[in-house]
């Protein structure tokens, strides 16, 4: 039943899936269906965070499988409001007695909230967590390059991961390019771009046709072909599918160059500029 999704390694060693399912809004039972029946389709990469109150219902679909624990590869994120080490760490705990989980596979700082100022004092947390066997691997999301080699630079550590905003209307060029060039993994969130206009755009459309494939299909190629871990969330089974079924195509350059066009300065959802935006 399950589909085989490729894998790539982490600076630490830990492997990852290069697809996951987002489950922000999947929540409760009908969440915990829709994260099942992802998981019977092949999905073994969930992302989860302290923030969408669904830590709960990622432990009982863990529960409910059949698909052996150390085959999952579960995702946490700390709030803002926890940054302050000691918090940090009583947060941690707190993400995994919700899930009823032993270990998340990642975990990751959920905004580095610069103004705050904390960030260093809750990656400090992270790297202990990790060590107490808590976490398996460390990361961040949002972070600007300077934030993260402010990380590396104080506490030696540099993050496995930073889940960014990235879908074809902000493509994040030059933040991928650091993180290539310094060994970090990128991973977009909202991947479809929430299902905005993206989904009806025309380019994309012409690329899906000429494929026979879906846009969200080309979409979810794409980020394959940049290098990046994508996490579309969708709570139906059909879409499950349809978002893991694009390794039987490949876009060629003049494609993935014809998406690049579409990126702009002020494509961002909401306009979180994570220089600014904090989030608790
Ligand atoms: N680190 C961060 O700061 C951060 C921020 C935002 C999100 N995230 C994570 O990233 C995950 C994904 O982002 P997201 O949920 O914001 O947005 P997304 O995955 O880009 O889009 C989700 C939307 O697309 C729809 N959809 C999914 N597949 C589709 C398809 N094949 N065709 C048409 N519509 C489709 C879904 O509807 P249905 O459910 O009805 O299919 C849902 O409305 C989140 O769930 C969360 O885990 C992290």
Redesign the pocket.
Known sequence: MGRSIPEITLNDGVTLPVIGL????LNGNAGAQAINSAIDTGYRLI???YN?ENEGTVGEAVRRSSIPREELRITS?LPGRYQEYDKAVTAIQESLYRANLDYYDLY?I??PNPKQGLYVEAWQALIDAKKWGLIRSIGV??FLPEHMERLEKETGVKPSIN?I?L?PFFNQEQQRIWHEENNVKTES???????NDV?QNETISKIADHHNK?I?QVILRWHYQLGSIS??????PE?QI??LSIFDFSLDESEMGMIAELTRPDGRIKDLDPATYEEF
């Open positions: 987002g489950t922000y809004k992302d989860t965070a969408y994120k990751l959920h905004w999301c949002n889940q905003e879908h969130w909202s991947p479809l771009a929430r299902a989904l879906t969200s996490i579309p969330k969708s709570s139906s879409r349809e978002n």
